[in-house]
């Protein structure tokens, strides 16, 4: 079994709607990540948590919210999805060495 | 302020060159870490290696190898004897004591191998 798992792997979605993708981790690892991935821009960090009790804002946090229901789970949501929010997103935690990216969440919003 | 800089958008080779991807980075911090992650068309992110800032040694691992220079803040990556398999997406990151060690991506390379 994958030691990062994220639910949808695909969604295509209306403008307006809420969105909530999920994150899940089999690795015990304290610090969770939240990224979008566009063409040309690498990866840019949505929102962090280093533990339960703690969630940051990343780079470009806004139009997006997350929640920490426990270690081994962080959900990003869209509030209320826009076109431009079209992108592939990824999950991750850190381990010593590096970070563990999930499949990724392909998002369409029409 | 772009902390990692991958100035070649994309590369395109034929099967058995060699190809080089440059990265530059930019910290003020004497510690930090350096990454590259491959992503292929399938689209997950593959970690290749990771190097601190005080180990200047180069490395390599099959194909594979890492060329770590601080005098130019960079952490150049050539793959020997390209393969088509090798073709993918390529993506540089920075991590740093400023930045809680969170990681800094580059824009990422496209790499083209063609039989």
């Known amino acids: 079994d994958a030691d990062v798992t994220q639910t949808p792997r695909n969604r295509i979605t209306k403008t307006g709607k809420r969105i909530m993708l999920e994150c899940s981790q089999t690795k015990g690892h304290d610090r969770m990540y939240w990224y979008r991935q566009d063409p040309g821009l690498g990866l840019r960090l949505i929102y962090y948590s280093f533990d339960v009790k703690d969630i940051n804002k990343g780079e470009i946090s806004d139009g997006y919210s997350v929640s920490r229901q426990a270690q081994a789970k962080f959900s990003l949501s869209l509030e209320s999805a826009i076109p431009n929010q079209t992108a592939l997103y990824f999950c991750?935690?850190?381990?010593?060495?590096?970070?563990?990216f999930g499949p990724g969440t392909r998002l369409t919003v029409l | 302020a772009q902390k990692v800089t991958q100035a070649q958008t994309e590369i395109s080779v034929v099967e058995k060159e060699d190809v080089t991807l440059d990265c530059v980075y930019e910290t003020r911090d004497t510690t930090y870490y350096l990454f590259w992650y491959k992503q292929p068309p399938s689209g997950e992110l593959v970690f290749l290696i990771r190097?601190?800032?005080?180990?200047?040694q180069n490395e390599i691992s099959g194909r594979y190898s890492w060329n770590f220079q601080k005098s130019t803040s960079s952490f150049n990556f050539t793959i020997t004897a390209s393969q088509v398999v090798d073709s993918a997406v390529y993506f540089c990151a920075l991590s740093d004591f400023s930045n809680d060690y969170k990681l800094s991506f580059g824009a990422g390379t496209t790499v083209t191998v063609r039989a």
């Open positions: 190097r601190n800032s005080f180990d200047e």
């Open positions: 991750a935690t850190e381990g010593t060495d590096t970070q563990y």
